[in-house]
């Protein structure tokens, strides 16, 4: 059954090897969000490649997040491979898990990694999309329970960005279908990365607002906002700009009826800093604070 | 639909139009529908698909740049660009992880570019941090105890001597900065590259190179490789610095 946890407020993404980005928005935030694949690197085994934590990185992490609320968002775990997830992710969760607690816990919904016929892993080296049919859900929806199950805390599936037109579908379903009979079939949650929808939107041409509309919103939990760029006609979830007016808008629109919302992220790329720069996170971080706080006002 | 053979047909796609080779459904996707056939085959023509293919590509070169930044500055921007696009031919296989990508891109670039006055060098000095940082990063022990004179020493696996054909600062300094670089001399100046020194590298001597370089062609007897002050005095400072261990 799902289970909304206590609001945290508002959130950013943990830079491993920028402390100095990291302490100088530390007024800023609730919580932080760390992806346990930033610290990690690649072991080849018997059985493949394989994830291992380092351990100087895992260690500094603690010490930098000591006495921070933090939240889980993880990029390879590839829960929708259908031949597999990847369960070496798992196994430095796992690790994790034992040195930290964390309020909840979030996967992008797609796949990364698949099976050539052989038995070898496929790195598709870029997250793609899954069909928005059942097959999809049956597969998925049953690993997110395992992952409530596994670690005691609410799971999460952060809907895609996808360029790909025309994906393919049940009869009458698209994404928000999809995504409402996920949160249906099991027990977690949705990261609404309220970018993601409006570059999909943007680039497949569908009413933003109409959409969350027919979301369920009471089993969004957490939100994401970023800014991306322009490039061939598309945007780009680049995680490299402020946040446009319009997801701004929206987030507010969300705010205002999604009743277990507790946490609100602004997402920006390592690599992305230099682009955005001290002045604009800042900026950006407040607004989003101001937001939520409003938001949490409003409601009280 | 089989979503499996539909995921990797999908990902045999976007890696090979990626790589810059021809894209198409093949004959092993026997799983798949007429349906999913007709829309993996339409998918390729879609500006979507490209678009996906360029976000792969970006990642790849991401990682290499964030990985080895110094020899893909000193490519410049044209070449750069040749090397990243016959990488990512010769190596279509992405991973998420930096050092993966980067140690071939560097091999890569040393092979391609030669005469790019101090690349092959720079990527000799990135490719043998970027192994030291890791083992470290991994936790691999670097303690080392007295010099045992009487148990044969080995260079260190993760210990390397570059030879730069200018002052390795400087060299460093502007491919750093994007700088003018240093002209090359007709000397070598050496460079170690060991887990015990402070920042993992510092200038060797001659002496210190080839008592390197004779440990790195096989375990040896300190006691006979340390036969006369000097390379006994090579033997110590390299011991010291972690550029060699004891012969299992």
């Known amino acids: 059954m799902f289970s909304a946890p206590a609001p945290l407020g508002v959130g950013w993404s943990y830079f491993p090897t920028s402390p100095e980005v990291n302490a100088s928005v530390r007024d800023l935030l609730d919580f932080v969000e760390l992806s346990p694949d930033m610290l990690c690197r690649e072991m080849y085994t018997e059985r493949g490649p394989r994830m291992r934590m380092q351990p100087a990185l895992l260690a500094s992490a603690l010490h930098e997040l000591h006495g921070v609320p933090v939240t889980v968002h993880g990029l390879e775990l590839s829960i929708g491979t259908a031949s597999g997830w990847n369960d070496s992710y798992l196994a430095i969760l796992d690790e994790l898990a034992d040195v930290r607690t964390f309020a909840w816990h979030s996967e992008h919904l797609g796949y990364l990694v698949s099976t ?185 | 639909m089989s979503l499996h053979a539909w995921q990797t047909s999908l990902s045999d796609l976007v890696i090979a139009r990626a790589a810059g080779v021809p894209a198409s459904v093949t004959a092993a996707d026997a799983c798949l529908s007429d349906a999913e056939r007709h829309w993996l085959t339409r998918l390729t023509d879609t500006p979507g698909f490209r678009v996906t293919c360029d976000i792969q590509r970006w990642w790849r070169e991401f990682r290499v740049q964030s990985a080895a930044p110094l020899t893909l500055s000193l ?108 002209p090359v001399e007709d000397r070598a100046y050496c460079l170690l590259i060991a887990t015990r020194l402070p920042n993992l590298a510092r200038a060797c001597s001659g002496d210190e190179a080839a008592v390197f370089d004779t440990l790195r062609q096989g375990p040896a007897d300190p006691c006979a490789l340390g036969g006369d002050p000097v390379s006994a005095a090579a033997l110590t400072t390299l011991w010291q610095a972690g550029a060699l261990r004891q012969a299992a």
């Open chain 1, 116 to 300: 050539a016929p052989g038995g070898e892993l496929i790195n598709a080296g870029v997250p793609l999309p899954l069909p928005f049919t059942q097959e999809a859900v049956d597969l998925v929806a049953p690993r997110a329970d395992q992952l409530v199950e596994r670690y005691g805390v609410p799971f999460l599936l952060e809907n895609a960005v996808y360029y790909f037109p025309d994906l393919p579908a049940d009869a009458g379903w698209d994404e928000i279908h999809f995504l409402n009979r996920l949160v249906e079939r099991s027990s977690c949650g949705l990261l609404l990365d309220l970018f993601n929808l409006y570059c999909n939107s943007v680039n497949h041409g569908f009413d933003l607002i109409e959409a969350l509309g027919r979301l369920r919103l009471d089993r969004v939990v957490e939100v994401h906002v970023a800014g991306g760029k322009l490039h061939d006609g598309f945007l780009l979830d680049g995680h490299c700009d402020r946040v446009p007016e319009s997801v701004w808008s929206a987030l507010e629109w969300l705010l205002a009826r999604a009743p277990n919302v507790a946490g609100v992220v602004y997402e920006v790329l390592d690599q992305a800093f230099p682009l955005v720069g001290f002045e604009v996170l800042r900026s950006q971080l407040e607004r989003l604070r101001a937001t939520w706080l409003s938001a949490r006002s409003v409601r009280a």
């Open chain 2, 75 to 182: 490519l410049g921007p044209g070449r750069r660009q040749d090397v990243v696009l016959e990488f990512a031919r010769r190596n279509p296989k992405p991973s998420s992880f930096f050092i993966r990508e980067a140690l071939p891109f560097l091999d890569l670039a040393a092979e391609l570019a030669p005469d790019v006055p101090h690349l092959t060098e720079l990527a000799a000095f990135e490719r043998a941090m970027l192994l030291l940082g890791q083992a470290l990063a991994g936790g691999q022990a670097v303690g080392v105890g007295e010099l045992d004179p009487h148990a044969n020493v080995q260079a260190h696996p993760l210990a390397a001597v570059v030879r730069f054909k200018a002052p390795p600062d400087r060299i460093l300094a502007a491919a750093a900065r994007g700088l003018a670089l240093p």
